[in-house]
T-cell receptor, first 113, second 114 residues
Framework: DTAVSQTPKYLVTQMGNDKSIKCEQN?????MYWYKQDSKKFLKIMFS???????INETVPNRFSPKSPDKAHLNLHINSLELGDSAVYFC????????????FGPGTRLTVT | DQQVKQNSPSLSVQEGRISILNCDYT??????FLWYKKYPAEGPTFLIS?????DKNEDGRFTVFLNKSAKHLSLHIVPSQPGDSAVYFC?????????????FGKGTLLTVNP
């Protein structure tokens, strides 16, 4: 039973398109995150939601919009995709906002051509 | 602005020997540190953590040491096993306004040779 799942695992799309990545956790955690791992391999936080409330919103282009319909789901929508958006996007969750041990999904490799 | 640095991109050790992975940080507000392990095509997996009120935490073959004055932590794996071959990320939290944020290093690829 997958704890944190992401769909799709791979996403290839053209510049200018709009795409979404979905994340679901079945751990009963309150807090969820989106990370981006770029070509330099840094894992950088993008957003975090705690019980559907946005608590972390890093300096990310406003083409990226997270949505949390409930505390088990956190989706990432990206408008007008650019070449530089190509990366691996990881979703993660933790029991609460002040517990730092996070459980990661398998990642979504986004390639923008 | 790299607040968490892992200066060794790779490390190779023999099976049965000790692996030592190092991490340095610059933000003195960090008060909680974690190590994650990542296999190819998978997400990072939490390995071990340490609070700044401690200088050592041990879990089986894994021990993390924290030297606050040097702003340095290390992960020791003894004995190393081929299954430990992975990328290891150091992460830190507590750095000022965004207390809930983890800041990651770039990772060190550990290869354990049989």
């Amino acid at each position: 039973d997958t704890a944190v799942s992401q769909t799709p695992k791979y996403l290839v799309t053209q510049m200018g398109n709009d795409k979404s990545i979905k994340c679901e956790q079945n751990l009963g955690h309150d807090t969820m995150y989106w990370y981006k791992q770029d070509s330099k391999k840094f894992l950088k936080i993008m957003f975090s939601y705690n019980n559907k409330e946005l608590i972390i919103n890093e300096t990310v282009p406003n083409r990226f919009s997270p949505k949390s319909p409930d505390k088990a789901h956190l989706n990432l929508h990206i408008n007008s995709l650019e070449l530089g958006d190509s990366a691996v996007y990881f979703c993660a969750s933790s029991p609460s906002r002040d517990i730092y041990e996070q459980y990661f999904g398998p990642g979504t490799r986004l390639t923008v051509t | 602005d790299q607040q968490v640095k892992q200066n060794s991109p790779s490390l190779s050790v023999q099976e049965g020997r000790i692996s030592i992975l190092n991490c340095d940080y610059t933000n003195s507000m960090f008060d909680y540190f974690l190590w994650y392990k990542k296999y190819p095509a998978e997400g990072p997996t939490f390995l071990i953590s340490i609070s700044s009120i401690k200088d050592k935490n041990e879990d089986g073959r894994f021990t993390v040491f924290l030297n606050k004055s040097a702003k340095h932590l290390s992960l020791h794996i003894v004995p190393s096993q081929p299954g430990d071959s992975a990328v290891y990320f150091c992460a830190a939290s507590g750095g000022g306004g965004s207390n809930y944020k983890l800041t990651f290093g770039k990772g060190t690829l550990l290869t354990v040779n049989p």
